[in-house]
């Protein structure tokens, strides 16, 4: 019912920038839901990077990734972005855009709280 839509992966170098971007479609929001993206890197599990709640703008970041990523929203174009600064080596994985629709338990930081995924975008940082 609903399609999320990644871009914006690529290679840099650490130190490097990146946005990404996931377009929603196929459903009429409703106040009580949440988006966010997770990352998997080959041999590690899924992990929550970050969060944000429609309606409020309520966002979560993972330890890891605070101070510099940033998750926003465009509600007009039902899309969220990831800005992604001062990325590092390990910041290397594949990213997943998800949608908990409505929220549910897990939300926002364990992926069983989502039940939408998009296909994932590659982002590659070298040393």
């Known amino acids: 019912q609903v399609q999320l839509v990644e871009s914006g992966g690529g290679s840099v170098q650490a130190g490097g920038s990146l946005r990404l971007s996931c377009a929603a479609s196929?459903?009429?929001?409703?106040?009580?839901?949440?988006m966010g993206w997770f990352r998997q890197a080959p041999g590690k599990e899924r992990d929550f990077v970050a969060a944000i709640t429609w309606s409020g703008g309520t966002t979560y970041y993972a330890d890891a990734v605070k101070g510099r990523f940033t998750i926003s929203r465009d509600s007009a174009k039902n899309t969220v972005f990831l800005q992604m600064n001062s990325l590092k080596p390990e910041d290397t994985a594949v990213y997943y855009c998800?949608?908990?629709?409505?929220?549910?338990?897990?939300?926002?930081?364990?992926?069983?709280?989502?039940?939408?995924w998009g296909q994932g975008t590659q982002v590659t940082v070298s040393s």
């Open positions: 998800a949608a908990a629709v409505p929220v549910r338990i897990g939300y926002p930081f364990r992926d069983i709280g989502y039940n939408y």
């Open positions: 196929g459903r009429t929001f409703r106040s009580n839901y949440g």
